[in-house]
């Protein structure tokens, strides 16, 4: 449950963080950008509401940036010392913990309202699509329409099978189907219309996979159907998507014929009011995008190169800030807490606690027996009135000084790590070991690993024996001294 809950709280945040650098663009001229590069951002959102590309680059980047430890001067030494492992652990950015139950909770409702979404819309589409195979009815191979599709598929290179249809249900030409492409005309409204730009226009939109695009903007707007930025980017992806199909189509045309598209989408303005837009790609469009649609289709230019820096530089550091919220957003989303990692299983010399199996001192080998004394190992304890095992430095200094080595509680895994990081690194050398890496460490922690030279083994042991004896007490400024040059400040392995 906490891999999904990660997942899903990720990739909101990524698309959410696109869907809000869309609406700032919003505060631009509409003409500083090309219409294809904004549908390009919009595009982009919806891969990362639907691609955990944050959570590939955590997974990539360690591969490709050597790890760096640092090992922190201490100021004064604790009333107990680890040889091995000499209790300086970095805390990582603190947990959030949610109850399994609670956790349960919110998954059954986000599932919950992804099928009924997802469910709503299947219905929509097989009724829409039920009324025009209803309303259908076929399109002559002399017709006019028949010839301009024939010779506009040449044009545009396309070898896609497109069907023809006239629908009574529709009121302007429009593009449906995902994988039996067809346009359906209108059985009127078609005596002031440019047949070769309908067919060119609704082609373009076939030849750009935009009902594809269209089709896994409501797959994202079924995962993420809580969240309202995706139903805004649903709505900006239909608007840019007519846009740049404009800007495509019009682009090596003469100011006169612009005009005449321009016509021809006010002859078709009102044909689509009242259906549902998501599912087809139509020439006409709202009368409130009217006026803009129109000024940036009769100002289509060629690009110049700084215009096409420019607006790639825009999708490349929109797309950055994106996935860097979200890889962001994986840290700090709350984990899951089971029963299983809560409680102690087992009792006696043999006990699993968060899924790993930990042995008492008595239990373990002769040779793990041996390590442990000789390196100075701390074990977890499990006292009375504490429902988890605890680190030696957790405990209080009268429970320090009632346990021994043979009271804790010790994980083969672990001893086996040590004894490989003793064998690898050379005295002196700090290796940090994360949860992932050793599960017996509380997740959000990290532990620094030291193999001790001689020398910092005979300070370490003296301060140990005067803590045992006399308790802590405050260091001098030249005992600080003396750990200081003993532990160095900063350690790259």
């Given at each position: ?274 259906m549902p837009a998501r599912f087809f790609a139509s020439l006409s469009g709202e009368g409130k995008q009217l ?71 008595s239990a373990l080998t002769p040779d793990e027996q041996k390590f442990v004394t000789e390196k100075g190992v ?116």
């Amino acid at each position: 449950m906490s891999k999904l809950l990660e997942l899903l709280v990720s990739l909101s945040v990524a698309g959410s963080t696109v869907v809000a650098c869309i609406l700032l663009l919003q505060l631009i001229s509409p003409g500083v950008f090309p219409s294809k590069w904004r549908y390009a951002i919009g595009k982009m959102a919806i891969g990362l509401y639907l691609l955990p590309v944050a959570l590939v680059m955590q997974w990539l980047l360690p591969l490709f940036i050597p790890k760096q430890t640092t090992t922190v001067p201490i100021p004064e030494l604790p009333s107990s010392v680890h040889e091995i492992q000499p209790g300086l652990p970095t805390v990582a950015i603190p947990e959030l913990n949610l109850s399994a139950d609670v956790a349960l909770i919110f998954l059954s409702i986000w599932g919950t309202g992804v099928f009924t979404f997802a469910m709503w819309q299947v219905y929509c589409y097989r009724r829409f699509i039920k009324k025009l195979q209803q309303t259908r009815s076929p399109v002559p191979e002399n017709s006019e329409a028949a010839k301009q599709l024939t010779l506009m598929k040449e044009a545009l290179g396309m070898q896609s099978n497109v069907r023809l249809a006239y629908s009574s249900a529709v009121w302007s030409p429009v593009l449906v189907g995902l994988w039996k492409p067809t346009i359906y005309l209108p059985m009127e409204n078609l005596a002031n219309v440019d047949m070769a730009m309908v067919i060119h226009h609704e082609l373009i939109h076939l030849k750009r996979k935009d009902l594809w695009v269209k089709a896994i903007t409501l797959a994202a707007s079924a995962l993420h159907w809580f969240n309202p930025l995706v139903h805004i980017l649903r709505k900006d992806i239909h608007t840019w998507s007519e846009l740049s199909c404009d800007e495509e189509v019009v682009k090596e045309m003469s100011y006169t014929e612009r005009k005449r598209y321009g016509e021809t989408i006010l002859n078709v303005m009102t044909g689509s009011r009242g259906m549902p837009a998501r599912f087809f790609a139509s020439l006409s469009g709202e009368g409130k995008q009217l006026k803009r649609r129109l000024t940036l289709m009769l100002n289509v230019k060629k690009l110049k190169k700084h215009t096409i820096i420019m607006s790639a530089a825009a999708v490349i550091a929109v797309g950055t800030i994106g996935t860097s919220t979200a890889a962001w957003a994986a840290k700090v989303t709350p984990k899951v807490n089971t029963d299983t990692n809560q409680t102690i299983k087992g009792t006696g010399d043999s006990i699993r606690y968060e899924g790993v199996q930990f042995l008492k001192y008595s239990a373990l080998t002769p040779d793990e027996q041996k390590f442990v004394t000789e390196k100075g190992v701390r074990g977890l304890y499990a006292l009375e009135g504490y429902k988890r095992l605890i680190p030696f430095d957790e405990l209080t200094t009268d429970e320090q000084r009632q346990v021994t080595k043979e009271d804790g509680y010790y994980s083969p895994e672990s001893i086996a790590r040590l004894k490989e990081s003793n064998e690898k690194y050379h005295p002196g050398v700090s290796v940090t070991i994360t949860h992932q890496e050793d599960p017996s460490i509380p997740p959000g922690t990290s532990m620094t690993i030291r193999s001790l030279t001689p020398e910092e083994r005979a300070v370490l042991k003296k301060r140990e024996e005067e803590a045992r004896s006399g308790g802590s007490r405050k260091l001098t400024p030249e005992e600080i001294a003396e750990l200081k040059a003993l532990f160095p400040g900063n350690t790259q392995k």
